[in-house]
């Protein structure tokens, strides 16, 4: 089973508001990852969790804040999000080298 | 710093037929990892296939297959028999050895598969 599951599928919140995206594995993988994708562009790294420590941060605003709260889930908590940041938000888990994608958030900020 | 570099933006291919789609990478690491994923519309990305830098056989899964040539730094993939359901867009992906979390992709190739 390489089942990473997402909630929620599509999410539109606006500029003020504060929004929580879930992701859930249950494969005993101790790394997990947060990827923003845009239209018709690759998925961007943003944060890498491993054994439930943020061991990468590319650089992402402030307004973006993950959690790992133990080691199957990760939240990614957003607030203040400008419209630039309508996306397809994507979290991925790994044992060894490959990483496991669940379906994605898709998010519109209006 | 490592790069991933797929020149086709866009294929086609008659169903029954196989098809490469290609990807160029650029690394200083001795030992790193080439992917390939599968992102139909839904959105979701699929793991395809995995070839290990010190691999010595070309790695194959089903249908897909993944022609790695080192010296050339190609990493190119092959699907046979291609499928309606094939269509999609298509990522080449690499982690390095220094941050084996750490993966990037290029910038995708969407094929589409005719009947």
């Known amino acids: 089973d390489t089942e990473v599951t997402q909630t929620p599928k599509h999410l539109v919140m606006g500029m003020t508001n504060k929004k929580s995206l879930k992701c859930e594995q249950h494969?005993?993988?101790?790394?997990m990852y947060w990827y923003k994708q845009k239209a018709k562009k690759p998925p961007e790294l943003m944060f890498v969790?491993?054994?439930?420590?943020?061991?990468i941060n590319e650089s992402v605003p402030s307004r973006f804040s993950p959690e790992c709260p133990n080691s199957s889930l990760l939240n990614l908590h957003l607030h203040a999000l400008q419209p630039e940041d309508s996306a397809l938000y994507l979290c991925?888990?790994?044992?060894?080298?490959?990483?496991?994608f669940g379906p994605g958030t898709r998010l519109t900020v209006l | 710093a490592q790069k991933i570099t797929q020149t086709q933006p866009g294929m086609f291919v008659q169903e029954k037929e196989a098809v490469t789609l290609d990807c160029t990478y650029d690394?200083?690491?001795?030992?790193?990892?080439l992917f390939w994923y599968k992102q139909p519309s839904s959105g979701e990305m699929i793991f395809l296939i995995y070839?290990?830098?010190?691999?010595?056989q070309n790695a194959t899964e089903g249908r897909y297959s993944l022609n790695f040539q080192k010296a050339r730094k190609s990493a190119n993939l092959v699907i046979s028999a291609s499928q309606l359901g094939d269509s999609a867009m298509y990522f080449c992906?690499?982690?390095?050895?220094?941050?084996?979390?750490?993966?990037?992709f290029g910038a995708g190739t969407r094929l589409t598969v005719k009947p």
């Open positions: 992906a690499m982690r390095g050895s220094y941050n084996n979390n750490d993966m990037r």
């Open positions: 969790y491993s054994y439930e420590k943020l061991s």
């Open positions: 070839q290990g830098s010190y691999d010595e």
């Open positions: 690394t200083s690491d001795q030992s790193y990892g």
């Open positions: 494969m005993g993988h101790r790394a």
């Open positions: 991925a888990s790994s044992l060894g080298d490959t990483q496991y």
